[in-house]
């Protein structure tokens, strides 16, 4: 690399979004409240440690798996309420084989219409527009490591690509999970890495 290129790389803007680790909600494919981090999430998380070199920022979200995702990876973020995970309104808590059961047509809205909040919560296309107005709205120099969920880095994705909000549910995002965006002139790209 030539002289100086280290110093161009550093600066330049980049912002990896990482899904916090496992939870006995994400396990059971529920709507979490704010819970920590299961044995094995923690485990998981240990092992990163180190993983993402020396951000220049590090937010989280508020909720507790995220700061514990961030202690895990020994990082001491500040919290950021826009990376805070879609409001689920009277879902939260429940478990999805119990919302289908009770409520299948709303449930069946929900993950086929973007403007559907018929838990009383925050819309998919709702969260799309909170993540983005954050992600245009935010000055991101050099590196910036966000810990948030899920619903987060998708919404993001969506956003960062002009895609459509029906393609929300098509982006898969496990259990730390991550995205490299990366703002320019022409808005937001998506990094792949091997």
């Known amino acids: 690399m030539p002289s100086g290129s280290w110093e161009l790389v550093a600066m330049t803007p980049r912002l990896i979004l990482l899904c916090h680790g496992a939870t006995p909600a994400l396990r059971a494919a529920g709507f979490p409240l704010d819970e920590g981090l299961d044995a094995r999430g923690l485990a998981a998380a240990q092992k990163l440690e180190g993983h993402?070199?020396?951000?220049?920022?590090?937010?989280?979200?508020?909720?507790?798996?995220?700061?514990?995702?961030?202690?895990?990876?020994?990082?001491?973020?500040?919290?950021?309420?826009?990376?805070?995970?879609?409001?689920?309104?009277?879902?939260?808590?429940?478990?999805?084989?119990?919302?289908?059961?009770?409520?299948?047509?709303?449930l069946g809205a929900w993950l086929s219409d973007p403007d559907a909040s018929p838990h009383?919560?925050?819309?998919?296309?709702?969260?799309?527009?909170?993540?983005?107005?954050?992600?245009?709205?935010?000055?991101?120099?050099?590196?910036?490591?966000?810990?948030?969920?899920?619903?987060?880095?998708?919404?993001?994705?969506?956003?960062?690509?002009?895609a459509e909000a029906r393609s929300f549910w098509r982006i898969e995002a496990g259990p730390l999970a991550r995205a490299d965006l990366r703002p320019s002139h022409r808005g937001w790209s998506l990094r792949l890495e091997l």
Do not use: M, N
């Open 120 to 162: 009383g919560g925050e819309s998919v296309a709702g969260l799309i527009a909170r993540v983005g107005t954050w992600l245009d709205g935010e000055l991101f120099d050099g590196y910036t490591l966000a810990i948030t969920h899920a619903s987060v880095l998708r919404a993001a994705v969506v956003h960062a690509l002009g």
């Open 52 to 106: 993402f070199g020396r951000p220049a920022r590090i937010l989280s979200s508020p909720a507790l798996r995220a700061r514990q995702t961030a202690q895990a990876l020994g990082l001491d973020p500040d919290i950021d309420e826009a990376l805070r995970e879609c409001d689920h309104g009277r879902w939260a808590g429940l478990a999805l084989e119990a919302v289908a059961a009770a409520e299948p047509a709303a």
